[in-house]
Nanobody
Framework: QVQLVESGGGLVQAGDSLRLACAAS????????MGWFRQAPGKERQFVAG????????VYADSLKGRFTISREDAKNTVYLQMNSLKPEDTAVYYC??????????????WGQGTQVTVSS
């Protein structure tokens, strides 16, 4: 079992950058693909980015390519989401998840509690 805790969210202005981190407990972190999802008020949970076991393959939501970067550091049991050129529409609760390498939320077995990102215009 994996427990996930996100951090790094906050209130920023449009155009700013943020780096989210997701720390995992347990010694099996390196055995999971990791993903980031987000959910804005009144909207469905949306895939943001995924990274496979080993970190040599990544996938992004088409609308976020070029602004967001996912990475992992297995020695620290941590996955990151670097977010640049933030826009007000990026405002959401961001969740990390562990599971199979996929853009689909049902492929992920473990979820964090989320971290709020608010981008003001």
């Amino acid at each position: 079992q994996v427990q996930l805790v996100e951090s790094g969210g906050g209130l920023v202005q449009a155009g700013d950058s943020l780096r989210l981190a997701c720390a995992a407990s347990g010694r099996t972190f390196s055995s999971y693909s990791m993903g980031w999802f987000r959910q804005a008020p009144g909207k469905e949970r949306q895939f943001v980015a995924g990274i496979n076991i080993g970190g040599d393959n990544t996938v992004y939501a088409d609308s976020l390519k070029g602004r967001f970067t996912i990475s992992r550091e297995d020695a620290k049991n941590t996955v990151y989401l670097q977010m640049n050129s933030l826009k007000p529409e990026d405002t959401a609760v961001y969740y990390c998840a562990a599971g199979r390498f996929s853009t689909q939320y049902h492929a992920y077995d473990y979820w964090g509690q989320g971290t709020q990102v608010t981008v003001s215009s």
